[in-house]
């Protein structure tokens, strides 16, 4: 299976400050269509995991544009460009490019 | 606009069985696999197979091949896991999830399963 190597694996962060979330896998994650299946969901406390991006960089429908999503190959980035007290929560990635889908440990975002 | 509805929260028995039921709505449910997804207290998420409402076809992941079971019934648009010989280890969330381009994009409430004695 491909493992999926969060860090840091606990951010804590300053309101209004940037926070980036690094991603590693085990294998390549580009597809044989050239594409890379690579995902970003939050879970905040107590809620269901939420898709932010897809595809490594594609914003879902209602994800605030200080989201994006970065990378190549095997090494991906989750940037939050400016924290908001809502985006308290953990995240994690996932790779949709081998079976079985695999998740990162997650990475807990905390305000300091 | 899509939605998971799972059922309610269920607490077992050691040795005993549970299902977890997933009704779909506002897609055609046979377009779309639905995934099951498990997050013991405190952990991360485990990816635990999928069902092709179409054809009923399913796929695991090796720690649940032979152990879970997954179904559905297209006629009310509902997917269901069965998970049978409960231990303690196997209480958790369960949530199904709806695949969308070689990932998840809509997910269920959650079911909590409590494994007691």
């Known amino acids: 299976d491909v493992v999926m190597t969060q860090s840091p694996l606990s951010l804590p962060v300053t309101l209004g400050q940037p926070a980036s979330i690094s991603c590693r896998s085990s294998q390549s994650l580009i597809y044989s269509d050239g594409i890379s299946y690579l995902s970003w969901f939050q879970q905040r406390p107590g809620q269901s995991p939420r898709r932010l991006i897809y595809?490594?960089?594609n914003r879902d429908s209602g994800v605030p544009d200080r989201f994006s999503g970065s990378g190549s190959g095997t090494d991906f980035t989750l940037k939050i460009s400016r924290v908001e007290a809502e985006d308290v929560g953990v995240y994690y990635c996932m790779q949709g490019t081998h079976w079985p889908y695999t998740f990162g440990q997650g990475t807990k975002l905390e305000i300091k | 606009q899509v939605q998971l509805m799972q059922s309610g929260a269920e607490v077992k028995k050691p040795g005993a069985s549970v299902k977890v039921s997933c009704r779909a709505s506002g897609y055609t449910f046979t377009d779309y696999y639905i995934h099951w997804v498990r997050q013991a207290p405190g952990q991360g998420l485990e990816w635990m197979g999928w069902?092709?409402?179409?054809?009923?076809?399913?796929n695991f992941a090796q720690t649940f091949e032979g152990r879970v079971t997954l179904t559905r019934d297209s006629s009310i648009s509902t997917a269901y896991m069965e998970l049978p010989t409960l231990t303690f280890d196997d209480t958790a969330v369960y949530y199904c999830a709806r695949e969308g381009l070689n990932s998840i994009d809509y997910w269920g409430q959650g079911t909590l399963v409590t494994v007691s004695s």
């Open positions: 069902i092709n409402p179409n054809s009923g076809g399913t």
């Open positions: 595809k490594v960089s």
